[in-house]
């Protein structure tokens, strides 16, 4: 069973970066498809980013689009989320999540297709 631990949140004012770290306690994260989503009390799971098993191909919602990137260090069983130029309205919890299935081909941005999460990092944005 994969268990994921988030780090990096915190307070930052808008235009700030932050990057994120998700790692494993225990198992592994390779040949699992990896993401980020974010919750606030009007979005559950709101798919932010996501990232293949191998690095090969990457996913992220139209909001985020070139502001954020992520990427995963397979021998350091860690992903990331770089948030760079930071809004408001990115002011979230943020959670990563594996993928239910090893090896899937294609990166999915539905949050029924994970089925291992942390326990979220706050990031706050002050205008």
């Known amino acids: 069973q994969v268990q994921l631990a988030e780090s990096g949140g915190g307070l930052v004012q808008a235009g700030d970066s932050l990057r994120l770290s998700c790692t494993t306690s225990v198992d592994s994260i390779i040949g699992r498809n990896m993401a980020w989503f974010r919750q606030t009390p009007e979005k559950k799971h709101e798919f932010v980013a996501g990232i293949k098993w191998n690095g090969s191909r990457n996913e992220s919602a139209v909001s985020v689009k070139g502001r954020f990137t992520i990427s995963r260090d397979n021998p350091k069983n860690t992903i990331y989320l770089q948030m760079n130029g930071l809004l408001p309205e990115d002011t979230a919890v943020y959670y990563c999540?594996?993928?239910?299935?090893?090896?899937?081909?294609?990166?999915?941005?539905?949050?029924?297709?994970?089925?291992?999460w942390g326990q979220g990092t706050q990031v706050t944005v002050s205008s």
């Open positions: 999540a594996a993928d239910s299935l090893p090896w899937r081909a294609a990166v999915e941005t539905t949050a029924s297709t994970y089925d291992r």
